[in-house]
């Protein structure tokens, strides 16, 4: 018996929600299933697991358990059947494809097996088992490169203890609630250990509780200053919180920490690209790609870096240079297509084809082919297969991300709960007076870098980037609390003074100064979430503008379900959760409209299509700015635009593109269903 490839830690699965008494009978059922497993006794074991399905037919340890037990009694084919049911349950489960692994090898289908363990990584970085097969069959295979990638993973989990072992799984497999009473737990024992101390950052900032993320890690570096790993997370954390200039002076550190570790120098190109110093960032990508041109992520770096910039020929040549280098990257795919003015040629639709239909090609690669696929069949006019790949590639994305839609319209019904007319009485005269930032807000594809774009051309306004400040005040004002507690905020709100209020808008005016290089009186902040927190935004900064750009939710709803994003936006990936999110949105629009009148400017995109220069005046008047030629010429703006529409908001505008989702409405039921009669009508 291989007991190596399973062990009691790896075969804690149980879930965070409340079990019902069949399913506590089945768990039970399946401890003493394990036991039995660990006697040898399979017989017992495996009729265990039957009565366990038997009380609870959809108990995941139980599928599990009885996959593992048919593989160690010799009948791994049985073994196969019975962990395709559990992927069909659960597609995003990491141990599943470790077992189908497992079982694929037992059968000296190694090709497969490569595919499963990759598959397995993917879903979950925890699973050492399968980190221990990808090196020896990477290095079998001569592919030293990812075996010693892979050995490297291995020391890093061997090195942990075991505790904290477990809880990079539970990460990855969405209990979060679990691994954070776990790794606190730890650091309460152990007192202060700097990877518990960074698996728990990792947790907090995985729940946008970045002050906190922020604090643990800058602990590790009082703690160990030479922590070099410590030193890494927090600059990608600087960097993911949109503080940008200090990223770039902590990257500049660990450069000067540890020199000549190219991991480092690509980290700190990153940060210099993202104040804008897109001439150095290039030079350091190519250095590197001189150094290691076989490395398809550099070339991937400079293609982003040209598009940025507006340089797309040459992006092109670098996106095609990614997937030379490694045929099967995915990302460099959908970088083409995530261009929206490119046009796949017949061999690359073929070779994305053949690759993704390939059994060991991995998740993350898969899922950005199904989307690139997506796009280019659509281009062709191929809707059926185009809304095959689409759909695929958004289920694969959700399970992975694990989105559940409930838990936005529960946030959004508290602002409708506690964001009233009596607030704002209240508070009425407080905040900062600043009139500079103008939040251009709404969904997603709905047209807000059109907009922004537009604007940016006026000489008093200043395109900035979709700032993560006023997402991160409210969970700063929301506080550290646990999976299922109610939430503070925004109930809290009006537990808040006036001086307090002013503080948190001249807050954000410092910590957005970084983004406005021109000096104009106006500069935008673009998020598209902050439509969740008008109300905070009236409550600190009175005098801001904000224009929600609106656009018809059929439309809007599935571009974004077709939009594979970098990060976030997790309620895109299926047609109903974008459904729900759409609705929750125009929901809690409406209501703001109804307590703050007059507060926000609906633009619909689809006017500003028909009627450029009206629409134009229209926003101007509101903002109070004279109206100027240059911003019906905004496709001749040169600035850098880092969203998925860059490419199109440097073209004059296109009827063509509005009414796209009409080619693929025999398919779009399931999002009618949830917009209604009413909303599926725009």
């Given at each position: 018996?291989?007991?190596?490839?399973?062990?009691?830690?790896?075969?804690?699965?149980?879930?965070?929600?409340?079990?019902?008494?069949?399913?506590?009978?089945?768990?039970?059922?399946?401890?003493?299933?394990?036991?039995?497993?660990?006697?040898?006794?399979?017989?017992?074991?495996?009729?265990?697991?039957?009565?366990?399905?038997?009380?609870?037919?959809?108990?995941?340890?139980?599928?599990?358990?009885?996959?593992?037990?048919?593989?160690?009694?010799?009948?791994?084919?049985?073994?196969?059947?019975?962990?395709?049911?559990?992927?069909?349950?659960?597609?995003?489960?990491?141990?599943?494809?470790?077992?189908?692994?497992?079982?694929?090898?037992?059968?000296?289908?190694?090709?497969?097996?490569?595919?499963?363990?990759?598959?397995?990584?993917?879903?979950?970085?925890?699973?050492?088992?399968?980190?221990?097969?990808?090196?020896?069959?990477?290095?079998?295979?001569?592919?030293?490169?990812?075996?010693?990638?892979?050995?490297?993973?291995?020391?890093?989990?061997?090195?942990?203890?075991?505790?904290?072992?477990?809880?990079?799984?539970?990460?990855?497999?969405?209990?979060?609630?679990?691994?954070?009473?776990?790794?606190?737990?730890?650091?309460?024992?152990?007192?202060?250990?700097?990877?518990?101390?960074?698996?728990?950052?990792?947790?907090?900032?995985?729940?946008?509780?970045?002050?906190?993320?922020?604090?643990?890690?800058?602990?590790?570096?009082?703690?160990?200053?030479?922590?070099?790993?410590?030193?890494?997370?927090?600059?990608?954390?600087?960097?993911?919180?949109?503080?940008?200039?200090?990223?770039?002076?902590?990257?500049?550190?660990?450069?000067?920490?540890?020199?000549?570790?190219?991991?480092?120098?690509?980290?700190?190109?990153?940060?210099?690209?993202?104040?804008?110093?897109?001439?150095?960032?290039?030079?350091?990508?190519?250095?590197?790609?001189?150094?290691?041109?076989?490395?398809?992520?550099?070339?991937?770096?400079?293609?982003?870096?040209?598009?940025?910039?507006?340089?797309?020929?040459?992006?092109?040549?670098?996106?095609?240079?990614?997937?030379?280098?490694?045929?099967?990257?995915?990302?460099?795919?959908?970088?083409?297509?995530?261009?929206?003015?490119?046009?796949?040629?017949?061999?690359?639709?073929?070779?994305?084809?053949?690759?993704?239909?390939?059994?060991?090609?991995?998740?993350?690669?898969?899922?950005?082919?199904?989307?690139?696929?997506?796009?280019?069949?659509?281009?062709?006019?191929?809707?059926?297969?185009?809304?095959?790949?689409?759909?695929?590639?958004?289920?694969?994305?959700?399970?992975?991300?694990?989105?559940?839609?409930?838990?936005?319209?529960?946030?959004?019904?508290?602002?409708?709960?506690?964001?009233?007319?009596?607030?704002?009485?209240?508070?009425?005269?407080?905040?900062?007076?600043?009139?500079?930032?103008?939040?251009?807000?709404?969904?997603?594809?709905?047209?807000?870098?059109?907009?922004?774009?537009?604007?940016?051309?006026?000489?008093?306004?200043?395109?900035?980037?979709?700032?993560?400040?006023?997402?991160?005040?409210?969970?700063?004002?929301?506080?550290?609390?646990?999976?299922?507690?109610?939430?503070?905020?925004?109930?809290?709100?009006?537990?808040?003074?006036?001086?307090?209020?002013?503080?948190?808008?001249?807050?954000?005016?410092?910590?957005?100064?970084?983004?406005?290089?021109?000096?104009?009186?106006?500069?935008?902040?673009?998020?598209?979430?902050?439509?969740?927190?008008?109300?905070?935004?009236?409550?600190?900064?009175?005098?801001?503008?904000?224009?929600?750009?609106?656009?018809?939710?059929?439309?809007?709803?599935?571009?974004?379900?077709?939009?594979?994003?970098?990060?976030?936006?997790?309620?895109?990936?299926?047609?109903?959760?974008?459904?729900?999110?759409?609705?929750?949105?125009v929901g809690l629009m409406d209501h703001w409209d109804a307590v703050l009148p007059g507060k926000v400017l609906r633009m619909q995109y689809e006017a500003v299509v028909d009627d450029l220069e009206g629409q134009t005046r229209r926003m101007l008047d509101f903002l109070e700015l004279p109206f100027e030629a240059a911003c019906l010429n905004f496709h001749e703006t040169e600035r850098a635009v880092r969203t998925a529409s860059s490419e199109q908001v440097r073209q004059p505008i296109f009827r063509s593109g509005v009414d796209q989702w009409e080619k693929f409405s025999d398919y779009l039921d399931p999002l009618r269903g949830v917009l209604g009669p009413e909303l599926s009508q725009t």
């Amino acid at each position: 018996m291989e007991t190596s490839q399973i062990d009691r830690m790896e075969m804690d699965t149980t879930t965070d929600q409340i079990p019902s008494s069949a399913h506590q009978q089945a768990g039970s059922l399946v401890d003493q299933a394990k036991a039995a497993l660990q006697r040898g006794q399979l017989d017992e074991a495996e009729q265990l697991c039957s009565q366990a399905l038997a009380a609870s037919p959809q108990h995941r340890d139980a599928i599990y358990t009885l996959a593992a037990i048919q593989r160690y009694a010799g009948r791994p084919l049985d073994g196969l059947a019975t962990i395709a049911k559990l992927i069909a349950l659960d597609p995003g489960y990491g141990r599943a494809y470790q077992e189908r692994g497992h079982c694929l090898r037992a059968l000296d289908r190694m090709d497969e097996a490569l595919g499963a363990y990759q598959n397995a990584v993917a879903f979950n970085l925890g699973l050492l088992a399968s980190w221990k097969m990808l090196a020896q069959m990477h290095g079998a295979a001569g592919r030293a490169e990812a075996a010693g990638f892979a050995r490297g993973q291995c020391a890093y989990l061997e090195s942990l203890p075991p505790e904290l072992q477990a809880v990079i799984s539970l990460i990855h497999e969405h209990r979060l609630g679990k691994a954070e009473t776990q790794v606190r737990a730890f650091l309460q024992a152990r007192g202060h250990h700097t990877e518990g101390m960074r698996l728990l950052a990792d947790i907090g900032a995985r729940y946008n509780s970045y002050d906190e993320a922020e604090f643990l890690l800058e602990s590790c570096l009082v703690l160990e200053p030479d922590n070099t790993n410590a030193h890494f997370d927090y600059v990608n954390l600087l960097h993911k919180r949109q503080k940008f200039g200090q990223a770039l002076e902590q990257a500049t550190a660990l450069c000067r920490k540890a020199p000549d570790k190219p991991q480092f120098d690509l980290l700190y190109a990153n940060q210099a690209l993202a104040v804008g110093h897109f001439d150095e960032a290039l030079t350091i990508y190519r250095r590197q790609i001189e150094q290691t041109p076989e490395n398809p992520t550099l070339h991937l770096s400079v293609g982003h870096a040209l598009k940025t910039v507006g340089k797309q020929d040459e992006a092109i040549g670098a996106y095609r240079d990614a997937y030379r280098v490694r045929p099967e990257f995915g990302d460099a795919y959908w970088s083409l297509a995530n261009l929206k003015t490119y046009r796949f040629e017949e061999s690359e639709v073929a070779q994305m084809r053949e690759i993704e239909d390939q059994p060991n090609t991995q998740l993350v690669d898969r899922y950005h082919l199904c989307f690139a696929l997506g796009k280019a069949l659509e281009d062709r006019g191929d809707y059926a297969a185009s809304f095959a790949y689409y759909e695929r590639g958004n289920q694969l994305k959700r399970d992975e991300v694990g989105y559940d839609w409930r838990r936005i319209t529960q946030e959004i019904a508290l602002q409708q709960e506690h964001c009233g007319p009596e607030l704002f009485e209240r508070f009425k005269g407080s905040g900062s007076p600043a009139a500079d930032p103008i939040f251009i807000l709404g969904l997603p594809r709905a047209g807000s870098t059109l907009l922004e774009q537009i604007l940016s051309s006026h000489s008093q306004v200043e395109g900035t980037l979709e700032l993560p400040n006023i997402l991160a005040l409210a969970h700063r004002i929301d506080g550290l609390r646990r999976i299922g507690e109610d939430a503070n905020y925004p109930g809290n709100l009006i537990d808040l003074d006036g001086t307090k209020l002013a503080e948190f808008g001249e807050a954000f005016l410092t910590d957005t100064r970084i983004h406005r290089k021109a000096g104009t009186p106006f500069f935008i902040d673009k998020m598209p979430n902050n439509f969740r927190h008008i109300g905070l935004i009236q409550l600190i900064l009175p005098n801001a503008r904000i224009i929600d750009a609106r656009r018809g939710a059929m439309g809007c709803c599935f571009s974004g379900f077709k939009q594979l994003f970098a990060e976030g936006q997790e309620f895109t990936y299926g047609l109903e959760e974008v459904g729900h999110y759409y609705s929750d949105y125009v929901g809690l629009m409406d209501h703001w409209d109804a307590v703050l009148p007059g507060k926000v400017l609906r633009m619909q995109y689809e006017a500003v299509v028909d009627d450029l220069e009206g629409q134009t005046r229209r926003m101007l008047d509101f903002l109070e700015l004279p109206f100027e030629a240059a911003c019906l010429n905004f496709h001749e703006t040169e600035r850098a635009v880092r969203t998925a529409s860059s490419e199109q908001v440097r073209q004059p505008i296109f009827r063509s593109g509005v009414d796209q989702w009409e080619k693929f409405s025999d398919y779009l039921d399931p999002l009618r269903g949830v917009l209604g009669p009413e909303l599926s009508q725009t």
